[in-house]
């Protein structure tokens, strides 16, 4: 996978406030028929093809989510499986890391991963959800989370302090052991989560997980696996994965406060 070949270079502080994927998990493979790709002003099909050529150099079955012209003369700005890099246009060079913006000094990598993440969460329907919020939030957040996350569980010891500050709670599954394990079988986080998701008080469930009490075993419809593979596709490399209204990554864990004070600068 890209993610895998790239990962040596992707260096984040969140990794340190959040607990990491288990990288030897199983990860759920796009289906075949798969968005079509985004190609923004000036892209057009033959640089998406250019961009495509480039990146089977580096592993197959890379889906393409984005392709846009980069800030960067010369090159393309590309999200593709959870990964943003930038791709010359003769397809033989590719960079992985953030694009600064000197004078404003800013990544230019982040308003780009904001505008996808938004999207794509916006799709999601609410059902899907396990939503904690006041009666009339001021913010409203969405997590990727794990019931056997530590950070997870701190975060969510402070639900109480966090929807009284105003802020709303959009909780999704994100297994970090993954959806199965190398044998095909359904991992024992996935289980758990799914077993919050279908339990006839979901949140009430979702509480007891994460106070380590031991789930009723429960099944249905649910979108667990839909979620994963979603946190796939954003980028999602650890939980809690915290992200605002407008896409924008905040955590990693964060204190009440601290994520006051990142809500308040959006």
């Known amino acids: 996978m890209l993610k895998k070949l790239l990962l040596a270079a992707c260096v984040s502080g969140f990794a340190l406030t959040a607990c990491a994927a288990d990288n030897s998990a199983a990860v759920s ?3 075949a028929h798969a968005a079509t790709p985004a190609l923004g002003s000036g892209v057009d099909a033959s640089d998406l093809q250019v ?5 089977a150099k580096l592993a197959s079955g890379v889906q393409v989510d984005v392709v846009n012209r980069a800030p960067l003369p010369g090159f ?6 959870g990964q943003l890099v930038y791709i010359s246009a003769d397809g033989k060079y590719l960079l992985n890391g953030d694009l600064v913006d ?4 800013k990544s230019l990598n982040d308003a780009a991963w904001a505008a996808f993440r938004k999207a794509e969460l ?7 959800r396990l939503s904690y919020a006041p009666a009339n939030p001021k913010y409203r957040i969405t997590v990727f989370t794990d019931v056997t996350c530590p950070y997870c569980r ?7 302090e966090l929807n009284k500050a105003g802020v709303a709670v959009d909780y999704l599954a994100w297994p970090r052991s993954g959806v199965v394990d190398g044998a095909g079988r359904p991992t024992e986080t996935y289980k758990a ?3 919050a998701w279908c339990a006839a008080d979901p949140k009430a469930a979702l509480d007891g997980e994460f106070a380590g009490r031991e789930p009723k075993a429960a099944s249905c419809a649910n979108p667990v696996q839909q ?3 979603l946190g796939v596709k954003l980028g999602v490399n650890g939980t809690p994965a915290i992200f605002t209204a407008s896409g924008r990554q905040i955590g990693g864990y964060l204190t009440p406060e601290q994520l006051l004070q990142a809500l308040q600068k959006e």
Request: proline share 8%; glycine share 2%.
């Open 29 to 31: 493979v796009p289906p």
């Open 51 to 55: 961009v495509q050529q480039a990146l």
């Open 76 to 81: 393309y700005q590309v999200i593709a499986s």
């Open 102 to 105: 000197l004078g404003a000094k």
């Open 122 to 128: 916006d799709k999601l329907p609410a059902a899907a």
């Open 154 to 160: 701190v975060l969510h010891e402070h639900m109480a």
């Open 193 to 195: 989560m799914v077993s």
């Open 227 to 229: 979620e994963f593979d």
